[in-house]
């Protein structure tokens, strides 16, 4: 990304690269950089501007919110790259078999098991 040599706020993080600057510059980083690991770099955009009082924990304290939504969606992103990668290679799905629907008396059944448990 510093090798472009463009106009840009390079921030390391611990879950990737912050990349602000001119939407053109921004854009052309990404696909430079996305060119090295196509299935490996994900990008998702910044809801508010660095700074920002209403998500800013300078202000707020604490984490910043989203932070353990953004950890959960880092731990998965291995799979994603590993199913974007088969994809392309032309691997098919997992077919699964196909489940009719819940009979009346089976349902039955299930619910005076289940009132059954409870009352113990």
Do not use: N, W
Not at 60 to 69: D, I, L, W
Request: charged share 35%.
């Amino acid at each position: 990304m510093y090798s472009l040599k463009k106009d840009l706020i390079v921030k390391e993080t611990c879950f990737g690269a912050e990349v602000s600057g001119k939407k053109g510059d921004v854009e052309q980083v990404v696909r430079e950089v996305r060119s090295l690991d196509p299935y490996g770099i994900f990008v998702k955009e910044r809801g508010f501007l660095p700074g920002d009082p209403r998500r800013c924990r300078a202000t707020r304290g604490g984490a910043r919110p989203g932070f353990h939504q953004i950890e959960l969606e880092a731990e998965r992103l291995p799979l994603i790259a590993k199913a974007l990668s088969e994809y392309d290679m032309g691997a098919l799905g997992v077919r699964r078999e196909e489940v009719g629907a819940l009979g009346v008396d089976r349902f039955k059944e299930i619910i005076e098991d289940t009132l059954k448990d409870m009352k113990m």
